[in-house]
């Protein structure tokens, strides 16, 4: 009897040794050349409250003294280095957090001398507190 299951794992397990001992897939440079660039950049996603924007970037395999905020005119940087970790020998390595510099424009309603950050799970938080005067106020609408 026939199981397709059992033939696709001795298909994938075959190819795993195959390349083992061997390096790289021979096409795995071609693949970073052409979409590494795009995993550089750290998301983010940005929320307003009534006093305050929270930015979150998404950074896993960083710790607090790698990142770098600064506030230039009405631009907000952050910037991570590389992380390398030549003590460690692994057998398998997929990941490895790359630096990044990613730039916001602010406007005028942020009070730039409140910014403060905190990173937590792999995530840096940035609250940036709305100025005296520039809070939102919230109004419900009824539909009729």
Known sequence: MYSKRASHGNMCHRRSEYFE???????????????GATFHTAPANVREMDDKFELYLFAPGFEKS???????????????????????????HEYMPQGFVRQFKL???????????????????????KSEGFESSRQEIEIT
């Open 21 to 35: 001992g061997r390096g790289e897939h021979p096409r795995k440079g071609t693949w970073k050349r052409k979409f």
């Open 66 to 92: 790698d990142f770098v905020i600064a506030v230039l005119d009405q631009t907000l940087s952050i910037s991570a280095n590389d992380r390398t970790d030549e003590q460690e020998s692994w057998k398998r």
């Open 107 to 129: 406007n005028e309603s942020i009070d730039k001398s409140a910014i403060v950050a905190k990173y937590e799970n792999g995530v840096l938080i940035v609250n940036l507190p």
